[in-house]
């Protein structure tokens, strides 16, 4: 899939692969640096050690209930989005771009990517979780037409955090 960010360059949307591990990493340092002040370099680091594990990413990649997406624009990758794709709902755990290129509509065609992907698979219903305290995530789910339907805590080194959680019905679901 390719759509243009604002800008005008062309956004590639496509499954991730093992090439892309350096990458991803990457785009997530950056993304949690730039959007969580609770975290320092250092444990930011250590999350993107635990979460991103050269070892777990490949496993993801290849897993069929998984779905795990990069956008790439003439530059590189700059974004990716990785969710859990079930019979009737699907999950987005994460969708983060750079924040070199955050507001350039790289997050929404990952957004569309991902959603048009569940929609063939028949699934109606989206799920998305995002830190509550990370305004720019809570206001990019918001502005996608996402509900706030609960919150949960999730553990992170150690810590309880509380993380939103929002819907998206993707009415109507292909036929399979």
């Known amino acids: 899939m390719t759509a243009e960010d604002a800008d005008g360059a062309e956004v590639r949307i496509r499954r991730a692969n093992g090439t892309d591990i350096d990458a991803i990493r990457e785009v997530a340092k950056a993304a949690w640096q730039d959007s969580y002040e609770a975290f320092d370099e250092?444990?930011?680091?250590?999350?993107?050690?635990?979460?991103?594990?050269?070892?777990?990413?490949e496993e993801r990649f290849a897993a069929p209930d998984e779905l795990f997406l990069v956008a790439e624009i003439a530059d590189g990758l700059v974004g990716f989005c990785h969710g859990y794709v079930g019979q009737e709902e699907a999950d987005v755990l994460r969708i983060y771009v750079h924040p070199d290129h955050q507001r350039a509509g790289v997050g929404q065609s990952l957004h569309d990517a991902f959603a048009d992907h569940c929609r063939e698979e028949g699934v109606s219903d989206l799920y998305a979780f995002v830190l509550a305290d990370n305004d720019v995530g809570c206001g990019f789910y918001e502005a996608l037409d996402f509900r706030e339907?609960?919150?949960?805590?999730?553990?992170?080194?150690?810590?309880e955090y509380e993380e939103t959680v929002y819907e998206q019905a993707l009415w109507p679901p292909a036929e399979k």
Request: net charge negative; aromatic share 8%; hydrophobic share 40%.
């Open 149 to 159: 339907v609960d919150t949960e805590t999730t553990e992170i080194l150690g810590e």
């Open 42 to 57: 250092v444990e930011v680091e250590a999350i993107v050690d635990d979460w991103y594990d050269p070892a777990d990413l």
